[in-house]
T-cell receptor, first 115, second 116 residues
């Protein structure tokens, strides 16, 4: 149990385009989902926390207009990188947590390359 | 300030031996949770083990055990009988109280290489 999927697993796009990444909890209801970013050989950095049906809470320094997060259902959250630039190239990874549990389960990640 | 400290950037261990990966944490919360995740080269984060701050016994999951020393604020991961497939990055993480939104703070990670 506790499977989280992420789609796409990798994406290459041109500078200025928008990219949408989906995060789904397959076998549990995720009341809270988290989006992280990871640069090569570094740790995960939290970008935002989203609760189902609410606006996402962004970490300091993360532009909410650039990284749009939607958590419309208990099994799906999306991250849209708008007007992507090469500096947005990174590994984006989501996690999901069920209500009244502590453990976050992670998706397999999406590798974004912006040319 | 760094909330999770992993002081070992890299570790080597021989196959079938045990290895301890260090983790210290900093929090003023009474209720918190400590996690260890494994990240192989594929990038996925694999949950290994969890310890709640109120748990009196050290957590164990198969070959993984967490050496929880609350007074020292340490939560070391012990992997027994290492296997070649254990080679990966290992991250220690902490979940603080409700005010943090239950997000995880990660350490910088330890790269473990298991040799034949």
């Amino acid at each position: 149990g506790a499977v989280v999927s992420q789609h796409p697993s990798w994406v290459i796009c041109k500078s200025g385009t928008s990219v949408k990444i989906e995060c789904r909890s397959l076998d549990f209801q995720a009341t809270t989902m988290f989006w992280y970013r990871q640069f090569p050989k570094q740790s995960l950095m939290l970008m935002a926390t989203s609760n189902e049906g609410s606006k996402a809470t962004y970490e300091q320094g993360v532009e909410k207009d650039k990284f749009l997060i939607n958590h419309a259902s208990l099994t799906l959250s999306t991250l849209t990188v708008t007007s992507a630039h090469p500096e947005d190239s990174s590994f984006y990874i989501c996690s999901a947590k069920a209500e009244r549990t502590d453990t976050q389960y992670f998706g397999p990640g999406t590798r974004l390359t912006v040319l | 300030a760094q909330k999770i400290t992993q002081t070992q950037p890299g570790m080597f261990v021989q196959e079938k031996e045990a290895v301890t990966l260090d983790c210290t944490y900093d929090t003023s919360d009474q209720s918190y949770g400590l996690f260890w995740y494994k990240q192989p080269s594929s990038g996925e984060m694999i949950f290994l083990i969890y310890q709640g701050s109120y748990d009196e016994q050290n957590a164990t999951e198969g070959r993984y055990s967490l050496n929880f020393q609350k007074a020292r604020k340490s939560a070391n991961l012990v992997i027994s009988a290492s296997q070649l497939g254990d080679s990966a990055m290992y991250f220690c993480a902490m979940r603080e109280g409700p005010d943090s939104g239950y997000a995880l703070n990660f350490g910088k990670g330890t790269s473990l290489l298991v040799t034949p």
